[in-house]
């Protein structure tokens, strides 16, 4: 004898409820089987295509398992310690701009008060603040550095991850399709299609975000990191690799990536002192630099507009700006790393079901009122 409806609701409310709550509470646990359930997601659509030419989706999936290791295994060689390399001169070398402040602040001064005679420009609050803080970032960044990487649970994190994530992706990608099938066959038989039709657009959201944005993160990064060390930009990878890491939420990728390299441009050819290999040298400004790195992000940003996200992303992906950031900020409060993992999922699934409720209410009796009854 099956359920009333309200009961059900009341079942799947709790169910909800405890899944949110294990989330919470296991949010570490569960960290390497939700990324291997994402990153099987993403190759998802190649082991369809694999199939068509040919391959069994065992094969398929050995196949991409392999190709992801060893892709992985060459970039951790090759990239990583560059990357983490950059990463300890970059925290040093913002510390000593920050530290440099008092003596730029004294000049800009200089040449405000011969122009604006009447400004107060007497204050040594800030600058006292800026020494501090320069120092404090200059003395302890490498060593921050050096106990995030040397850190004996770090290092075992890392390890699970490298072991469980490619396991848990593999048997995910083998089962996949079983998996949607098992999915599909529970649906209650009343809303089969509406359920459907929601799941539909659901995937087609994570689809033309998750897959089509994640490629156009990975294209920038690459193009920001290579453009900005073919340029002679101190760090150009590890700046490369955060512009391109937050590019998912337009504009802010830009903005972040630009602000940061034109700021070690500036500091790097700007005529005064600057920091190279670890050495403080004196040098000439360079215009030329200074606007090709400018000019490495104004491309990188038209590129990205006009030719990737309507390419791989599209018009459609349901998913604003405003409300990502909120996702984001909101799971990520209350969850940690795994609640932004879950952020865009939710956040597309909230999207749609949302959208599916308005487009009932606006076909309901309540919104129409008289004049639907008139009509």
Known sequence: MGLPSQKEFQYWGIAAAVFVFLLWALGAVLTPFILGSVIAYFLDPIADR????????????????LSGILTFFLLFLLVVPTLIGQLGQLISTIGVIIQDLPQTWTSLKEWLSGRFPNLDLDGTFMLDQMTSLGNAVQSRGGDLVAALLSSAQGIINVVV?????????????LDWDRMVAQVDNLLPLDHQETVRDLARQIDRTLASFIRGQGTVCLILGTYYAIALMIAGLN?????GFIAGLISFIPYIGALVGGVLAIGLALFQ??????VIDGEIVQHGINWLRIGIVAGVFAFGQFFEGNILTPKLV???????????????????????FVGMLVAVPVAAVIGVVTRFLIAEYKSGQLYKGHVGKDG
Do not use: E
């Open 314 to 336: 599209g018009s459609s992906v349901g998913l604003h700006p405003v409300w990502l950031i909120l996702a984001l900020s909101v799971f990520g409060s209350l969850l940690g």
């Open 235 to 239: 760090f150009g990878l590890i700046v």
């Open 161 to 173: 991850l490298l072991v469980i994530v490619p396991v848990v992706t593999f048997y995910m990608l």
């Open 269 to 274: 050819w700007w005529g005064g002192t600057a």
């Open 50 to 65: 694999l199939q068509i030419w040919g391959l069994s989706r065992v094969m398929a999936t050995i196949v991409i398992t």
